[in-house]
């Protein structure tokens, strides 16, 4: 466990050997150093208020996080004596409320996934009441029929179904930005179930009525609208969930048990005059 009080005094003694800061100067940058920790941990804790009580997105909140570690820096500037604690609560209060931050990006316009989710959505649920199927000898067919109807008369046919509507279901939770929807395993499943069902349906009957031997099925009931509904809103949700996954790649974790230096990611770290180098973006005490 990260025992601040230990990590400070050995960067206080290394400090001792390596340079020829007076006590007094070495005592004023550890007051500053604790007191830079101190503000990172509030800013975290901000940061997973804002996670909790808003719908903003990783990126929103880095880009937020990194307005926040400006404003205490320039209230820092303009106010030497402030402290870093009294700094962020200045900036913090300038900055709003959760509620009207996450109304100012919405008003802003929603991520591009949530539309391609939205749209796999609505044509999930519209493929249900679409005609999937047009045989010469059995009439035409919605999508809700013909999903029971292959549940109760083909063998395994009803697992299948299960395993391919618990998948689009499994969605869902994506926009209260449950972890697992971000895995790539999972938006390449979604998007791997109606690819199969493509494959299956088309080449695949006409090959496996040449396989049987049974060449009256050599053509299959015409695929209508319903059916290509249905396939594709799998495709557009995994398609959202890709693009989701890669709004969550921005979040990478800043912080090591407290020490950061506000950096975004992919960037040099960022090297406060008034922190004198002492805190790097690995979080350690150097």
């Known amino acids: 466990m990260f025992d601040l009080d230990r990590e400070v005094g050995l960067w206080r003694e290394r400090q001792e050997r390596t340079s020829s800061l007076a006590a007094a100067e070495l005592d004023e ?48 500037e303009l106010n030497p004596v402030l402290a870093p604690e009294q700094a962020f609560a200045i900036a913090r209060r300038n900055l709003g409320e959760p509620v009207a931050l996450s109304k100012e990006f919405a008003k802003a316009g929603r991520p591009r996934w949530r539309r391609w989710l939205l749209a796999g959505w609505a044509m999930y649920g519209a493929s249900w009441f679409l005609p999937v199927v047009d045989s010469p000898v059995y009439g035409t067919f919605q999508g809700y029929e013909v999903q029971l109807a292959m549940a109760r008369g083909v063998p395994g046919a009803g697992a299948i179904l299960l395993f391919s509507n618990l998948a689009m279901l499994l969605t869902v939770p994506v926009l209260w930005r449950a972890r697992v929807c971000a895995n790539r395993w999972f938006w390449r499943s979604v998007g791997a179930v109606g690819a199969a069902w493509i494959v299956s349906l088309t080449p695949g009957w006409v090959l496996g009525s040449i396989l049987s031997g049974d060449m009256s099925e050599l053509l299959p009931p015409l695929l209508t609208v319903g059916f290509w509904t249905w396939t594709g809103s799998y495709i557009c949700v995994a398609a959202a969930l890709r693009l989701r996954a890669k709004d969550g790649a921005s979040a990478a974790v800043r912080a090591v048990d407290g020490f950061d230096d506000g950096s975004p990611p992919g960037r040099p770290p960022r090297c406060n005059r008034r922190s004198s180098g002492i805190v790097s973006n690995k979080g350690a005490l150097q």
């Open 29 to 76: 940058l550890e007051d500053h150093l604790r007191a830079r920790v101190n503000l990172n941990a509030r800013i975290r804790d901000w940061r997973q208020r804002q996670e909790r009580e808003t719908a903003l997105s990783p990126r929103e909140l880095d880009e937020l996080e990194d307005h926040l570690r400006a404003r205490v820096d320039l209230e820092m």
